[in-house]
């Protein structure tokens, strides 16, 4: 027993120093490169051919939904990124750096009020369901 929570308390640390020092969301040269799983797994895709952003949602527990990811759609390739580890006003100054770069990036309304500093944190009302 003792084992086996030391096994899940290491796997919970190697999650922790995961996403606190290799997950990374930013521009490198001309992509918007995303890399996480300790610097394993890199999704990029080129500035220049990001056409739109996203904030794609899955169903959540209790009738919610879950954090917004950032989905950044290109001519070719995708980078998704869960939000939920991140404060979201930080992504403001990422889009703001994208759009100078590229000024035809199309952002989905949530960004959009991202981006222009609003209060998003509210954005979904959570209606209870009865159980009928």
């Known amino acids: 027993m003792v084992v086996i929570g030391l096994g899940l308390l290491a796997i919970n640390v190697l999650i922790v120093v995961n996403q606190a020092y290799f997950t990374t969301l930013a521009i490198e040269g001309d992509e918007l490169v995303y890399r996480t799983n300790f610097g ?3 999704e990029r895709v080129p500035v220049g051919g990001l056409q739109r952003i996203d904030a794609k949602r899955y ?5 919610g939904v879950s954090a917004p990811h950032f989905v950044a ?3 070719d390739t995708t980078v998704k990124v869960n939000t ?4 979201l006003p930080a992504f403001a100054s ?3 750096t994208l759009r100078q770069t590229n000024s ?4 989905d309304p949530f960004w959009s009020r991202v981006e222009r500093g609003e209060d998003v944190s509210k954005e979904i009302a959570l209606t209870p ?3 009928l």
């Open 40 to 42: 394993l797994v890199v």
């Open 73 to 75: 759609r290109g001519r």
């Open 94 to 96: 990422l889009i703001a």
């Open 129 to 131: 369901r009865s159980r």
């Open 104 to 107: 035809r990036i199309e952002l």
């Open 59 to 63: 169903p959540g527990a209790h009738s």
């Open 84 to 87: 939920k580890p991140y404060r």
